[in-house]
């Protein structure tokens, strides 16, 4: 799976006046967690963060984090994200750091990948139900995405989340969800739907003509018995 590097620097405090002067200076504040530690208040240049926001996103991404001048870095991933709901600048980042032998529960993206048959030949429309699948696996053995071929989806076709290729993790979705399907042209089946309407007005309109046939006879026959 993807990683990146990050470089970060500790911090004092976390009082307003310091923290607004960090991002004044180009710096995100952030918090360090997990194991059980205390939480280590840390900075990082907003420069630097941006690139691994942006390759993190749709995916889980180990960042191994180097704080200070520490020799070996710690592995994380970006937990949460604070934005400003207008400008939408970074306010805030927080980092959880991984236990590289303990299983997660983590959400993968789902790609689909070329043209079905029944698309491309008979107009047939792809339907993607799901794009993402939930798992339990240890951080290394994250995928970065699974790929799903719908070449050779015929309209009526689907792929299950039971088809997908894995390797040792746990898929928590359920395996009878259907990821993608090719469906019947909507076009035409809004057509057959409009025909038997009209059959159906047609029949209607013969049976009220059959019965202001018979009523007319009836008239008739009613007035030659009273004119005899």
């Not at 923290?19 to 710096?27: N, P, S, Y």
């Not at 939408?88 to 980042?93: A, K, P, S, V």
């Not at 491309?120 to 290394?140: S, T």
Request: net charge negative; with cysteine; glycine share 10%.
């Amino acid at each position: 799976m993807q990683r990146a590097e990050l470089q970060a620097a500790s911090r004092v405090t976390g009082r307003k006046s310091e923290v607004k002067g960090l991002r004044a200076d180009g710096f995100v504040p952030g918090v360090l967690y997990g194991f059980g530690e205390d939480a280590q208040r840390i900075q990082i240049r907003m420069d630097d963060l941006q690139p691994v926001l942006k390759a993190s996103h749709g995916t889980t991404l180990l960042i191994d984090l180097h704080v200070d001048e520490e020799k070996d870095p710690v592995v994380t991933v970006i937990r949460e994200v604070q934005r400003d709901p207008l400008t939408r600048d970074i306010l805030h980042c927080d980092l959880l750091k991984v236990d590289m032998d303990r299983k997660y529960h983590v959400t993968v993206p789902v790609m689909v990948t070329g043209e079905s048959t029944g698309a491309k030949n008979f107009g047939g429309v792809m339907d993607q139900n799901i794009r993402e699948v939930d798992i339990r696996c240890r951080p290394l053995e994250i995928p970065e995405s699974y790929v799903v071929d719908v070449t050779d989806l015929e309209i009526g076709d689907s792929i299950r989340v039971g088809e997908l290729t894995t390797g040792n993790e746990e898929i928590l979705t359920r395996e009878d969800v259907t990821i993608v399907a090719i469906v019947p042209p909507r076009t035409v089946a809004v057509a057959e739907e409009e025909g038997e309407g009209e059959e159906g007005v047609e029949g209607a309109e013969g049976e009220e003509g059959a019965e202001d046939g018979e009523d007319g006879d009836k008239k008739s026959e009613g007035g030659e018995e009273s004119s005899s």
